[in-house]
């Protein structure tokens, strides 16, 4: 019985897809799926017969489509994806096309501002209310809000650190608005439902990007006003002074990554504590060469300190991410290894 490609259901047009691209392709899709959605895409896969050329012509250039539809979107927003279309197919073809991909296209709020500088965004936002830029820099990446959380002013960047942290769910019609007001030009497609963003943990990813500066300063304020918010924030994170709670096999390899200067910078503005720990896990020469060179630096900025804190942190976060060490994060009793 020929394949019908109307009748074709999008689980099939999926599974088609996968077979075409062949097995290596596949497997790197696969490994960007939810459980739920291996299982079903193999079931379609498993009952996948022959397939003509046409029908697999069709399925190419509907995904090709809903890529290209896509990546417009992205550039400017539904709106701009269908004036580009436009004049690429005409208006009636744009339209179907628009229409037909609606339901596979996932836009996320405030997609234009994703492209946009840290600095150009700042000029964007810093003269609205402490709950808009929270709800903003919740649904930008975490290293872009860092970068804006970074030239907020400290007391301001306090209250929208609280604000992300405690914020839970926004209703489509508010974000929407937010997004006219920043952007009047963009008509996006929000979800029905809600959208969930923001959230200790959404703190926690953006203050792991920020500089040591920012990331004091909002601690400070923070642990005056709301220290059980605080402390539930430092559980997922991973900040200069828990060194000191790193097994030595842990502080070892990191040590294999750290500049030797970054390191006598870092340690310039450390306690004595964290600086004991880095010692005893270096030979007694290099404990010597590190401490000489501390002592020839003499007074530094204490930014640079910071600044070289934040380094050794970020390879800390790196290995950590790589799996060359784990951070056990929460809880009492809380290892390090």
Known sequence: MAIDYKDMSGRQKAAILMVSLG??????????????????????LATVAKVPSEVRGKVFEEFHKIAVAKDYIQEGGIEYAREVLEKAVGAERAASIIDRLSGALQVSP????????????LNFIQNEHPQTIS????????????????????????EVATRIAIMDRTAPDVIAEVERVLEEKLETALSTDF?????????????????????????????????????????????????ILLEDSAIQQVLKEVDTKELGLALKGASDEV?????????????????????????IRLKAAEEAQQKVVNIIRNLEESGDIQISRGGEGDTFV
């Open 23 to 44: 097995p290596d392709i596949s497997a790197k899709i696969y490994s960007n799926l939810s459980e739920e959605e291996i299982e079903v895409l193999t079931l379609e």
């Open 110 to 121: 405030f997609e234009f501002l994703k492209k946009t500088d840290a600095s150009q965004l």
């Open 135 to 158: 709800l903003i820099l919740s649904h930008i990446s975490p290293s872009q809000a860092a970068g804006v959380m970074s030239q907020l002013p400290p007391k301001l960047q306090a």
């Open 195 to 243: 959208t969930t963003a923001g959230g200790v943990k959404a703190l926690a990813e953006i203050l792991n990007l920020v500089d040591r500066t920012t990331e004091k300063t909002i601690f400070e304020t923070l642990e005056e006003e709301n220290p059980d918010l605080t402390s539930e924030i430092k559980k997922l994170m991973f900040v200069f002074e828990d060194i």
């Open 275 to 299: 600086k004991e720990k880095i010692f005893s896990n270096m030979s007694s020469r290099a404990a010597a060469m590190i401490k000489e060179d501390m002592e020839f630096m003499g007074p």
